[in-house]
């Protein structure tokens, strides 16, 4: 088992945890510990909480964020596309094109729905 072949993984994973670890050991270290009771109480908003915190909330806000999350992992399959446009050809060009017209008819379906009105 030759351990060169895996230095570059090492590396990578080590790294990567350095610079998840190291500023949040720096933030504990060097930033201020002023504790005072406002702060340490439950909620900072100024009043107490008046419900319960199972409550049920408004279905818009899952709507939104479904609709969100839809639209945004969409656009980032434009990225590797545009990157690679010179090699995939016509057939690429085309196949996106199909991609985006199908994205733009449930765009305009949830616009005609009333999805993304907020009342």
Sequence with gaps: ????????????VFVGLG???APQVLGYILGPNRPYPAKNSPYECGFEAFEDARMKFDVRYYLVAILFILFDLE?????????????????????????????????????????????
């Design 75 to 119: 656009i980032a399959f434009l990225f590797p596309w545009a990157v690679s446009l010179k090699d995939i050809g016509a057939l690429g060009f085309w196949a996106v094109m199909v991609f985006l017209a199908i994205l733009v008819v449930g765009f305009v379906y949830e616009w005609k729905k009333g999805a993304l009105d907020w009342e």
């Design 1 to 12: 088992m030759n351990l060169d072949q895996y230095l570059p993984i090492l590396l990578f």
């Design 19 to 21: 610079v998840g670890i």
